[in-house]
C-alpha cells in the first residue's frame, strides 16, 4: 500500500498496552482516510448505547494520505469519538505537529480505549509505546502540561493535551496543541478526561509511503508557490478568518445577544482591522504557509490566539465590544480546553436565562469580571458553572420556562457563529451537519446571500449537499487543511495531482464523491443507532427562535425563518441524499454505496 502506513495503533489504557493493527487496503480505499477512519472504526467497533463517558468509548486520532507529506497545509488531524455533549458521532479537526508525528511513527490513526487507574502520558516513539505518569501534570492548563513536555521531549514533538475542562469531563472541552489549536467541538477533550489521559505524545522519525516520492516533493513546492500568487494572500495573512467579522455586520448575521440581533453597535471594536492594529504575530498549523492565527495581547499582556468564531461568540454574542478583553476570554477557553463557539453559547443562554429571571444568579450581559469567573467556575463545575457544564441543550431541560426556544443549537451542539433568521441555506447547513450545528461541512452563508437569501428551492439544496460532499467528506478524509481551497481559491485539481503522488492512484471527482456519500451515510446510520427510539427528523431542525422571533435590529429587523417552506427543504434534501421521510438513509441508498451491512442493525423507520 502507497499513501498509508497501512497500520492503525490500538491503545488500551486499562491493560496499558498497545498493539499495531495492519488493516486491508479495501479500508483505505473505501473510507480514504481522518473522518473515514474514523466514522468506520467508530461504527464497527462501539456497541449501540455506549456511555460517550465511560471506558468503552473509543478516542481517534487520524489521518489520511495527504497528511503530514511536506506539501502545503497538511498537518491537520480528526480527532473522533462518540460525543459526550451530543450522544452522537463527533469530531473535530485540529492543526498539530501530532498529525505529522503519528504518521512518521508509522500509523494512519491511534485508537485509543480503556481507562488508565491514573492520569498518564501516552507516549509514542516510532514502534515504541509507553504510559507515563501524569500525575504531576493533572491541573495543569493545556499551555502549562505542554511546555513542560516540549521541555522534557524533543522540540519537535507533537504534543495533545487537555486542561482542567477535560479533566473534569466538561461536555464541550476540546484537546489543545500548540497553545492555540484546539479542537473536537463535541467534547472530544472530555473523553481524554474520562480516561484518565492527560496528554499524547508522538515523535516519529520514518518516512512515509508515497508512490512517487520526487513528484510529490515536487508539487509541494509547487503548491507552497501557488498559494503565494493568489490575489487574496496577503490580506489573509494580513487577518486570516477575522475579515467575517465585517461581512456578518454588514449582512445581518453576526450573532449578538444569544442570535437576537444579527448586528452589534460595537462591531468596529472587535472587526479585523481593529485586530490587525493589536496584532504581534502570526500562527499556524505545521507545514502551512498561510498561517492564520493571529497573535495579540490581550487585557492582562498575554498572548492570545484569535479567529472570526472564537472572537465573536465571545464578544457580540455576550455583549462585549472590547477586543483586548475578548482576547484574555478566548485565551482562557484554550489554556482551561473549553470550545470557544460552545463557551460562548453557553455563557449567552445563561445571561438570557439571568435577564429572564429563570436563574437566580445574575449575570449582565458584557460583565466581563464577572464572565471570567463564570468561566473559571465552568471549569471546575461550580455553582452556575455545573450546569452550564453540561451545554445549553441539558441546561434548558433543566432550567425549563420556556428556554428550549432559545437553547442555540443543533442536536446538542453549540450553533457557530452565523445567525440564520435569513438564511434557510446555512440553517439547514446546520440542521443536517455531521456533528450538530457547525459549519465546517459546508459553509455556504456567502454564497447564499448571493444566491438571493429569500429562497427555499433545490438550487440551494443541490449546492448544500455539493459542498457537504467536499467539505465533510474529502477534506475530512484526506486530512488537509480546506482554507487553500476555499478562502484561496487553490483548484481542487491541486489535490487530485498530490492524491495520485501519494497512492499511485487516480481519483476522479465521482470517486472521491462517492467515497464521501459512504461516509456522511454511514456518520448518519451513526447517530439514528445511537438515537434508537428518540431518533427524528425534528433533530435536523434548529432552535425555534429563529422561526419564531424576528430580528430585532439593523437593516434586516423583522426577518424570521419560515418553518414549513424549511421542512419543504429538509424533504428534498433527504430525497436527494436518498434519505426517508425521517432522515434515515434508504436500504438501496446503503447498498449502493457498499454499506448494506449496515441495515441490519438500523431500524429503517
Ligand atoms: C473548529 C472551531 C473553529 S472553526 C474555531 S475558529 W474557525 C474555534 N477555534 C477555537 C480556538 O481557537 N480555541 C478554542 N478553545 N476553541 C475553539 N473553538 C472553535 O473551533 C482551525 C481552523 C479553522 S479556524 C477553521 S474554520 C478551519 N476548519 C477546518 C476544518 O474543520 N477541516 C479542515 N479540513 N480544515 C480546516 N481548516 C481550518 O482550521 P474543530 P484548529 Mg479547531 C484558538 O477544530 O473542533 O474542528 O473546531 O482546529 O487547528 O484550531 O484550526 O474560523
Ligand atoms: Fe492552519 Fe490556518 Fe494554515 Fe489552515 S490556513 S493549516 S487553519 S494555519
Given amino acids: 500500500m502507497q499513501g498509508w502506513t497501512g497500520f492503525f495503533l490500538n491503545i488500551d489504557l486499562t491493560k496499558s498496552k498497545a498493539t499495531p493493527e495492519p488493516y486491508d487496503e479495501s479500508l483505505a480505499l473505501n473510507f480514504l482516510g481522518g473522518r473515514g477512519f474514523a466514522a468506520k472504526i467508530l461504527w464497527d467497533t462501539l456497541k449501540q448505547g455506549t456511555d460517550p463517558l465511560s471506558p468503552e468509548n473509543k478516542l481517534i486520532f487520524a489521518t489520511g494520505p495527504l497528511t503530514g507529506i511536506g506539501l502545503p497545509n497538511s498537518g491537520k488531524l480528526v480527532i473522533a469519538s462518540k460525543s459526550p455533549l451530543t450522544g452522537g458521532y463527533g469530531d473535530g479537526n485540529s492543526g498539530s505537529w501530532a498529525a505529522v508525528n503519528i504518521r512518521k511513527a508509522g500509523y494512519d490513526a491511534l485508537v485509543i480505549e480503556g481507562k488508565a487507574s491514573k492520569p498518564v502520558i501516552l507516549h509514542i516513539k516510532d514502534k515504541m509505546c509507553e504510559f507515563l505518569d501524569a500525575s504531576y501534570l493533572w491541573g495543569t492548563s493545556s499551555f502549562e502540561a505542554e511546555d513542560q513536555l516540549r521541555k522534557k521531549h524533543s522540540k519537535l514533538v507533537g504534543i495533545i493535551s487537555i486542561g482542567p475542562a477535560g479533566e473534569n469531563l466538561v461536555k464541550f472541552a476540546t484537546v489543545v496543541s500548540q497553545k492555540g489549536r484546539?479542537?473536537?467541538?463535541?467534547?472530544?477533550?472530555?473523553?481524554?478526561?474520562?480516561?484518565?489521559?492527560?496528554?499524547?505524545?508522538?515523535?516519529?522519525?520514518?518516512?512515509?509511503?508515497?508512490?512517487?516520492?520526487?513528484?510529490?516533493?515536487?508539487?509541494?513546492?509547487?503548491?507552497?508557490?501557488?498559494?503565494?500568487?493568489?490575489?487574496?494572500?496577503?490580506?489573509?495573512?494580513r487577518q486570516g478568518t477575522m475579515s467575517t467579522v465585517e461581512w456578518s455586520q454588514e449582512n445581518s448575521c453576526l450573532p449578538t445577544f444569544n442570535?437576537?440581533?444579527?448586528?452589534?453597535?460595537?462591531?468596529?471594536?472587535?472587526?479585523?482591522?481593529?485586530?490587525?492594529?493589536?496584532?504581534?504575530?502570526?500562527?499556524?498549523?505545521?507545514q502551512c504557509n498561510m498561517t492564520c492565527g493571529n497573535v495579540v495581547k490581550d487585557s492582562e499582556g498575554k498572548d492570545s490566539e484569535l479567529d472570526y468564531e472564537n472572537v465573536v461568540m465571545l464578544s457580540s454574542n455576550i455583549g462585549i465590544g472590547n477586543l483586548s478583553q475578548v482576547a484574555t476570554l478566548n485565551r482562557l477557553a484554550d489554556e482551561f480546553g473549553f470550545d470557544s463557539i460552545s463557551l460562548g453559547g453557553v455563557l449567552g443562554f445563561a445571561m438570557e436565562a439571568s435577564e429572564k429571571g429563570l436563574i437566580s444568579e445574575k449575570i449582565n450581559w458584557g460583565d466581563f469580571e464577572e464572565i471570567k469567573k463564570l468561566i473559571i467556575d465552568i471549569a471546575y463545575k461550580r455553582g452556575l458553572g455545573a450546569l452550564l457544564a453540561e451545554g445549553v441543550r441539558a441546561a434548558s431541560e433543566t432550567i425549563g420556562g420556556g428556554s428550549i426556544?432559545?437553547?442555540?443549537?443543533?442536536?446538542?451542539?453549540?450553533?457557530?457563529?452565523?445567525?440564520?433568521?435569513?438564511?434557510?441555506?446555512?440553517?439547514?447547513?446546520?440542521?443536517?451537519?455531521?456533528?450538530?450545528?457547525?459549519?465546517?461541512?459546508?459553509?455556504?452563508?456567502?454564497?447564499?446571500?448571493?444566491?438571493?437569501?429569500?429562497?427555499?428551492?433545490?438550487?440551494?439544496?443541490?449546492?448544500?449537499?455539493?459542498?457537504?460532499?467536499?467539505?465533510?467528506?474529502?477534506?475530512?478524509?484526506?486530512?488537509?487543511?480546506?482554507?487553500?481551497?476555499?478562502?484561496?481559491?487553490?483548484?481542487?485539481?491541486?489535490?487530485?495531482?498530490?492524491?495520485?503522488?501519494?497512492?499511485?492512484?487516480?481519483?476522479?471527482?465521482?470517486r472521491l464523491n462517492q467515497i464521501s456519500e459512504r461516509i456522511l451515510n454511514l456518520i448518519r446510520a451513526f447517530w439514528v443507532r445511537?438515537?434508537?427510539?428518540?431518533?427524528?427528523?425534528?433533530?435536523?431542525?434548529?432552535?425555534?427562535?429563529?422561526?419564531?422571533?424576528?430580528?430585532?435590529?439593523?437593516?434586516?429587523?423583522?426577518?424570521?425563518?419560515?418553518?414549513?417552506?424549511?421542512?419543504?427543504?429538509?424533504?428534498?434534501?433527504?430525497?436527494?441524499?436518498?434519505?426517508?421521510?425521517?432522515?434515515?438513509?434508504?436500504?438501496?441508498?446503503?447498498?449502493?454505496?457498499?454499506?448494506?451491512?449496515?441495515?441490519?442493525?438500523?431500524?429503517?423507520?
Fill in 182 to 237: 484546539s479542537g473536537g467541538r463535541p467534547g472530544m477533550g472530555a473523553v481524554m478526561g474520562s480516561k484518565n489521559l492527560k496528554a499524547v505524545v508522538v515523535e516519529g522519525t520514518m518516512s512515509i509511503p508515497l508512490a512517487n516520492p520526487d513528484e510529490m516533493k515536487r508539487l509541494s513546492v509547487d503548491g507552497y508557490k501557488e498559494l503565494l500568487t493568489k490575489p487574496l494572500y496577503s490580506f489573509w495573512k
Fill in 259 to 286: 442570535f437576537r440581533q444579527g448586528v452589534f453597535n460595537k462591531a468596529e471594536g472587535i472587526s479585523g482591522f481593529t485586530m490587525e492594529k493589536m496584532k504581534v504575530s502570526n500562527r499556524g498549523c505545521p
Fill in 405 to 510: 426556544d432559545w437553547a442555540m443549537h443543533v442536536k446538542g451542539l453549540e450553533i457557530s457563529a452565523y445567525d440564520c433568521h435569513i438564511a434557510p441555506g446555512m440553517a439547514l447547513a446546520y440542521g443536517t451537519s455531521s456533528i450538530g450545528a457547525h459549519h465546517k461541512d459546508a459553509w455556504i452563508i456567502t454564497w447564499e446571500t448571493k444566491a438571493g437569501r429569500e429562497n427555499y428551492d433545490q438550487s440551494k439544496v443541490d449546492h448544500l449537499v455539493k459542498t457537504q460532499l467536499l467539505r465533510g467528506g474529502t477534506f475530512e478524509a484526506l486530512t488537509v487543511c480546506r482554507f487553500p481551497y476555499n478562502s484561496l481559491g487553490l483548484e481542487f485539481e491541486w489535490y487530485r495531482k498530490y492524491l495520485r503522488a501519494s497512492t499511485g492512484q487516480d481519483f476522479s471527482m465521482e
Fill in 530 to 605: 445511537e438515537y434508537n427510539e428518540k431518533w427524528s427528523r425534528n433533530l435536523d431542525v434548529p432552535p425555534r427562535r429563529w422561526f419564531k422571533e424576528p430580528l430585532t435590529e439593523g437593516p434586516m429587523k423583522g426577518s424570521v425563518l419560515n418553518l414549513e417552506k424549511y421542512n419543504t427543504m429538509l424533504d428534498a434534501y433527504y430525497e436527494t441524499r436518498g434519505w426517508n421521510k425521517n432522515g434515515v438513509p434508504k436500504i438501496e441508498t446503503l447498498e449502493k454505496l457498499g454499506l448494506a451491512d449496515v441495515t441490519s442493525q438500523l431500524k429503517l423507520r
